[in-house]
């Protein structure tokens, strides 16, 4: 076999591969609607629900058509509830599918928007601690809010590290 066609067969085991995972997703995705649906039903809530993968998760959304008050009661202080909403889901997904989901659940937009506060809070960190020359220590936070920050300090160009014990770990910047 060619140099050309080992490429090629490789390529397309690459896209066949990337094909199985979006298509996997796509039914943790349908999975979690079926399962998020049932949930506002009962607690007679309206919402829609809308689905994406990226990268390698699922992501489902509950969105309203006006009235996002009455769904902040599944966002709970701080997206507690939404935190254990998302674990409930996840269990679900797992129930059916006998796999580990990594799925993400937003509800209203309040992951949306924590993500652009955490990438702000990150750039300004990894700011402070390259004119500063020391590390930055910021407040405890979740996994989510960790992986947002962690983000944001490599886009800018330097390297964080979490420390501490669950459920006070958290992010120090490390300057460059």
């Known amino acids: 076999m060619t140099e050309g066609t080992t490429s090629a067969v490789e390529a397309e085991d690459v896209a066949s591969t990337d094909e199985s995972i979006v298509t996997r997703l796509e039914q943790e995705g349908d999975i979690a609607a079926d399962y998020l649906e049932g949930l506002l039903d009962i607690a007679d809530l309206d919402?829609?629900?809308d689905m994406d993968v990226e990268g390698d998760r699922a992501l489902v959304s509950?969105?309203?058509d006006g009235n996002d008050r009455a769904l902040q009661r599944l966002v709970g202080q701080d997206g507690?509830?939404?935190?254990?909403?998302?674990?409930?889901t996840?269990?679900?997904v797992h129930r059916e599918t006998?796999?580990?989901s990594r799925l993400m659940l937003d509800i209203a937009g309040f992951r949306a928007r924590k993500r652009e506060e955490l990438a702000v809070l990150g750039a300004e960190?990894?700011?402070q601690a390259k004119s500063?020359?020391?590390q930055v220590k910021l407040r405890p936070m979740t996994p989510f809010e960790r992986k947002v920050v962690h983000d944001a300090v490599a886009a800018a160009g330097l390297r964080s590290e979490s420390e501490g014990e669950e459920p006070e770990?958290?992010?120090?910047?490390l300057p460059a």
Request: glycine share 10%; net charge negative; proline share 0%.
């Open 47 to 49: 919402g829609d629900i």
């Open 125 to 127: 960190a990894a700011e």
């Open 132 to 134: 500063s020359g020391e």
């Open 169 to 173: 770990r958290c992010v120090v910047v």
């Open 62 to 64: 509950i969105v309203s």
């Open 80 to 88: 507690e509830v939404l935190e254990a909403l998302q674990e409930l």
């Open 98 to 100: 006998g796999e580990r």
């Open 90 to 92: 996840r269990l679900a």
